[in-house]
């Protein structure tokens, strides 16, 4: 197998860093979503981006662009096609339906979300089309963040699997790891339980927001952003919806249930309209 053309659905914050990565490869690859007019600022927010998405700008008009109603039949000369549309499961099922029937036999599908397990995606596909479809879980900005976690299930193809990982490896430069379909899969979870252990630390010993964040950064060997710092930067909001979905997979048990209650400094900051610099 060779993947000699990518198409890329849902050019937002995911699908252009995904789309400028290929393309940063000298990958072939289309960016498809609802509109032209999204395509075309999705463009514009690549070839503006700092620090910058492309190594070299030049190759912006490289990244073809069109709608999922007119230009679907790219799927069908792809040899993968990673699907970045906003997280709602209803949209993201949907699209699959119209892929999976215009599609080469045998190419890659995957999903860039992070939070819909692998089982549900996949949960109205046929075994054979199962074998071809896993999560691909880049991160932000995909250029700069060297992780990628690739979530699959024992309905797929492991060797399949083996080979997107070498390929991620070798042509977008990227640490993968093979994750299995769990909350979070494995940054997430590792990485929320721990912002969410430095913050309630710093709330019981009474640290300023500089100070904790101070502590929790360079001298622990971590970014220097600290544990508030991240907070602000993901979305004061999202992050609290992030911890209820977590809470609502996780079992009672589980020790995350102690790091993630209701922190009222947090409620009071949301409902104030400060939700962070995102
Ligand atoms: P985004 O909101 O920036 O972009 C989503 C894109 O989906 C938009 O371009 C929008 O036009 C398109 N879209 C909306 N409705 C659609 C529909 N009905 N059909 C097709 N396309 C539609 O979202 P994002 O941050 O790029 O996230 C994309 C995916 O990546 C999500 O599954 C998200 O959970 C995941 N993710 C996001 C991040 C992050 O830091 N933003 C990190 C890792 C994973």
Partial sequence: MKINHVVVIGSG???????AQLCNANIPVTLLDLKTEICEKAKKRIYESKPPLLIDKSKIDEIKIGTIDQNLDAVRKADWIVEAVVERIDI???LYEKILK???KGSIISSNTSTIPLKVLSSKMSDEDKKDFCITHFFNPVRYM???????E???DLDKINFLKNFCEENLGKQVIICKDTPGFLGN????YAIQVA????IKMELSVDESDALY???MGLPKIGAFGLYDLIGIDLMADVLKSFLKELPTSDVFHEVAKEIPLITHLIKNGYTGRK
Wanted: proline share 3%; charged share 25%.
């Fill in 102 to 104: 215009e599609r080469k």
């Fill in 92 to 94: 993201k099922l949907n």
């Fill in 217 to 219: 950064g360079r001298p």
């Fill in 154 to 156: 024992s309905f797929n």
């Fill in 146 to 152: 060297g992780l990628l976690e690739i979530v699959k």
């Fill in 189 to 192: 979870r590792v990485g929320v």
């Fill in 199 to 202: 913050m309630t630390e710093a």
């Fill in 13 to 19: 914050t995911m699908g252009i860093g995904i789309a």
